[in-house]
C-alpha cells in the first residue's frame, strides 16, 4: 500500500501545472490542500479529496466566496462540503464520486494484478486473458503460480492463437515480436452491467447526501448536489437527466389516445426523482455533475427551488444540452 506522502507525489506527478492550481486555489480560500491530501488514509480518500477540490475550483471560477468544510447552520454542527455565497444569497453544496460498483471494483482490480502479473514475464508476446470473473476465481487464483507457469510456457517459441488455461483463465496469443522487452496482456471483455439503483435507488450515495438538504431546507439555503461520473461507473450524463426529469421515448400503441398519436414524442415524469421523490423535488435545488473534462447543471424546476437568478444566470451556461433551450 503507498503511503500518504507517495499518494501526494504520484498523483501530482509530471503535473506541475495541476499541482500549483491546486495550492494556489487553497492559498486563495485558506485551505491548506497540501496537507489535507497528504492526510488521506489511502487511495479512495485521497480521489474523494481531489473531487471535491475540483468541484470547489470550478464553483471558486463562478462566484464571488467558497468555503470547505465548515459550519454552515445554526441548528447543527454539520460541515457541508462547500458553502457558496453571492451578493444574493448562500448555497450548499455537497460532492460525491459515483465509481465502480463494489463488486466491479472488486473485478477492475483483479484484472489490473493479473495484468501487473504477466508484465513481469520478460517475453515478447501480446496476450489476451478470457475468464469469467466470480468470488470463487477471485479466492482460488494464484498469482505467483500463474506468473511461473506462463513464463514458462512462453520459454518456447508459440504461434498466434496458442493458449493455456490455468485456474479457469484462458491466456491466448495473439502477436508476439513487436520490440518489447515483455508481456503484455489484453483486458478480459465483460459484459457492462448497469445496475441503475446507483443512480437514483434509495440506498445510493445520491440520497446520503440528503441530510444536508433539510438543513439547508430549514435555513433556506438551496442545495446542489455535486456528482462525479468516474470512467468505472459506465454512468453518463444522459443517464442522470433521465433519472432527474424522467424518460423520453414514442408513443408505442397503433392508434391515438387522447393527445398522444402513434409515434408521438413521450415523456414520463414518474420515475424522475425532481418529480416522484419528495425530498429531491422540495429540498435539492439541481445536481452539479463533472464528467470527463465538462461540468454540466441539471436544475430543479420546482416552484420550490431556492436557486436565486444570479445563480441561475451563473450556472446556466452549463445547463444540460436538452435543458438550454
Known amino acids: 500500500m503507498k503511503s500518504k506522502m507517495d499518494l501526494f507525489n504520484e498523483f501530482f506527478k509530471d503535473k506541475p501545472d495541476d499541482k500549483r492550481e491546486f495550492l494556489d486555489f487553497g492559498t486563495k480560500n485558506n485551505i491548506l490542500v497540501e496537507d489535507l491530501l497528504k492526510r ?189 461520473l468516474s470512467f468505472e461507473s459506465w454512468f453518463k450524463p444522459e443517464d442522470v437527466y433521465e433519472h432527474l426529469y424522467g424518460t423520453s421515448g414514442e408513443f408505442i400503441h397503433s392508434r391515438s389516445f387522447g393527445e398522444y398519436y402513434p409515434r408521438a414524442p413521450f415523456h414520463d415524469i414518474s420515475k424522475g426523482l425532481f418529480y416522484s421523490d419528495d425530498i429531491f423535488r422540495k429540498q435539492v435545488s439541481g445536481v452539479l455533475v463533472k464528467y470527463q473534462n465538462d461540468f454540466i447543471f441539471f436544475p430543479n424546476y420546482s416552484m420550490s427551488n431556492k436557486l436565486g437568478n444570479q445563480f441561475l444566470d451563473t450556472l446556466k451556461p452549463y445547463f444540460y444540452e436538452k435543458l438550454a433551450l
Not at 156 to 175: H, M, N, P, T
Not at 193 to 218: C, I, M, P, T, V
Open 40 to 228: 488521506a488514509s489511502n487511495s479512495t480518500d485521497f480521489l474523494a479529496t481531489i473531487i471535491e477540490l475540483r468541484f470547489g475550483m470550478f464553483l471558486d471560477s463562478l462566484f464571488s466566496n467558497v468555503r470547505y468544510d465548515k459550519k454552515a447552520f445554526p441548528d447543527s454542527n454539520l460541515t457541508p462540503d462547500w458553502v457558496i455565497s453571492t451578493d444574493e444569497q448562500t448555497a450548499i453544496a455537497e460532492v460525491f464520486r459515483l465509481n465502480a460498483s463494489k463488486f466491479d471494483q472488486e473485478e477492475i482490480e483483479f484484472g489490473d494484478k493479473l495484468m501487473d502479473t504477466l508484465k513481469k514475464i520478460q517475453e515478447d508476446y501480446y496476450i489476451q486473458l478470457d475468464y469469467d470473473y466470480n468470488e470463487s476465481l477471485r479466492q482460488s487464483v494464484d498469482f505467483e503460480c500463474i506468473y511461473v507457469n506462463v513464463a514458462n510456457w512462453l520459454k518456447q517459441d508459440r504461434r498466434i492463437g496458442d493458449k493455456i488455461l490455468l485456474f479457469e483463465i484462458s491466456f491466448e496469443v495473439v502477436a508476439k515480436n513487436r520490440g518489447k522487452g515483455n508481456v503484455i496482456s489484453i483486458g478480459n471483455f465483460t459484459p457492462i452491467k448497469f445496475d441503475y439503483r446507483r443512480l437514483s435507488g434509495k440506498n445510493s450515495r445520491l440520497f446520503s447526501k440528503l441530510k444536508y438538504a433539510e438543513h439547508a431546507w430549514n435555513n433556506g439555503m438551496p442545495f446542489i448536489i455535486c456528482m462525479y
